[in-house]
């Protein structure tokens, strides 16, 4: 009966499935130490993050997968679900002494389970990349804060910084409190102290916008609100497809004035 | 930019474009090589989603609404009485670019009315799209209409800077299309067409020889067909788009609900609503000829010349071939299970994968993502029927309409969930 803590982050995970195998001493549970306390006398073993240790995990997984599946476990990962950590740990198992792949035996309730989980994730990064508003700051920095349903900006920062190469933008997780911020050069992970920004909205202080910004923004929602077709009004597959929780980051769907 | 002066021409000319349904972004992946704005993404993206549900990826907007032509169906022809509007070339360039830099769109879709002649309009069409490229190293999606009766030089330019381009059909007949547009015909519209596939065909052999050969518009061509302004029978659609799929090489036919723009045109059928049921199973008859390998033949028979607007087309065909069903789920082939009604292509792909690790039971496949309600009629999994009973077509036909109809009791016929079952693989990710 021991318990794996670890710092939370993918890195120390992995660390910890290195730790099990290690010292033959497999775990009832693997949680962040930041967590809630699940087991309060149970005997935990507290593991530090290992890029080396980790690394060789990471490479056994890839031995292991198919190249269209080498990052399932890390996006399911991402996804912060509740007992994800066990639900890996069981594939892994599986996977390090089947002989062959195990990654499409979805009458597995592990590995469907992760397969969803991680489409789940995906999904939500799509989002991103659909969602994400940039706001002119007189800096002539592009900034968006939003709110991701899961830890998903690691995995869309690299479209951003592609799509925006000449572009000074931020692209800020408010809920997770840290972002990525690109300076045309290089993508950096940043945490920001003094924000000039509703950490609710994600919508910069006035006072800090570019001149034309507003006006941009008015353009746009002009606009959304010239293409609509009213005789086709369908308001559930708008929401369907666009669901409220981003209403708040979008400036066409705040009411028009 | 003239601040009122854009506002105002940009809600007229939204306005006016919003009959052109396209709006995809995929097919490209052009590379932000130049390190300046913009690269396309396969998949496509949308970015927003108005009122009536449908995806807003590319920024739609006509040149100008101003037009020489009379075509009885389009809300722009010169003899309606209607607000006017001309954005300039810099106007359209400068709204793209500050749009996409705030990540609204996923590139331009540029259509026009046609002003003194074709050429003349295709002219600042291509002269849009080249300095988008040139002056502002914008690498993002790019939609180009191609004018029909422009010459064929620029329409050859059009497709060395867009990604995509179309020549609208509108009307699926010839005979129809020249009652309502005396002024049109489909020679001047496959002209274009034909050039343009080829162009993209040679570019692509090109390609091969050497990569650094010019691209003419990677993401193909497309075109629309007006649904239910004339008499044209679903067969008659069907049979044109899986025609020019073939022989046109089309990235997609769009169909689009007729919307009464102009009821005084004794021309044209007077409904005030547009037919969306009705499109919507074109749409999923589309699909099932591009993702499920549906010949058109099999959607529509002879003797059948509609399709059934209570019932999707892939269950229609179920029912129309019950002695094709049950399929054993842990044997047949890919193609049978994708005919499964209540299976799309990711489930009969999962389903695939999976049994090939162990024998699946209906449990399984619940939680793989089947809807069993209606799967159950139509497969046997473990040697077992899923439906205990045998039923009769109609009286199954009646059976599964009752539930989804309870199950969609409040909705009216507009709120239509498009595809329900119908999606495609998830794209990768990138
Ligand atoms: S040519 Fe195009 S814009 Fe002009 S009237 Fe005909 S359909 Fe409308």
Redesign the pocket.
Known sequence: MIIYTYDGTFEGFLTCIFETYNRKNFPVDICSRTGEQKHLFAQKFDVQSDAAKADRVWKGIQNKLTERNNQLVFYAFLSEENGIEMKIYRFLRRLFSEHFSIETDFGDADVLYLTQTSQKVKKEAMRMLQFVRFQHTKEGLWFCGIEPRYDVLPLVSTHFQKRFADQKWLLYDLKRNYGFLFDKVKLEEVVISSKEFSTITGQVNENVLQEGEEFYQKLWKSYFKHINIQERKNLKLQRQHMPRRFWKYLPEMLILN | MKNEDVQFKLSVLADAAKYDVSCASSGSSRKNATKGIGNGVACGICHSFTEDGRCVSLFKILMTNH?I???A??I???TNDRQRATLTVEEIVDLTIGFYRRNYIEGLFLSS??IKSPDFTMERIVQVAKKLRLEENYNGYIHLKAIPGASQELIHEAGLWADRLSVNI?IPTEMHLKRL?PE?DYKGILLPMNQIKNAILISKEEQKKYRKAPRFAPAGQSTQLIIGATPETDRQIILLSSGLYKTQNLKRVYFSGYLPVNLYDQRLPAFNRPPLVRENRLYQSDWLMRFYKYKAEEILSEDQPFLDLDIDPKLGFALRNMQQFPVDINRADYEMILRVPGIGVQSAQKIVMARRHRKLNSLHLQKIGIVMKRAKYFITCNELPASTTDWAPERLKRKLIAESVSKNKKLSDTQLSFFTDYKPALPPMH
Do not use: H, L, P, T
């Open positions: 037009c032509y009379d075509c169906y389009c722009n022809r010169r009315g046609v509108e547009a049109k």
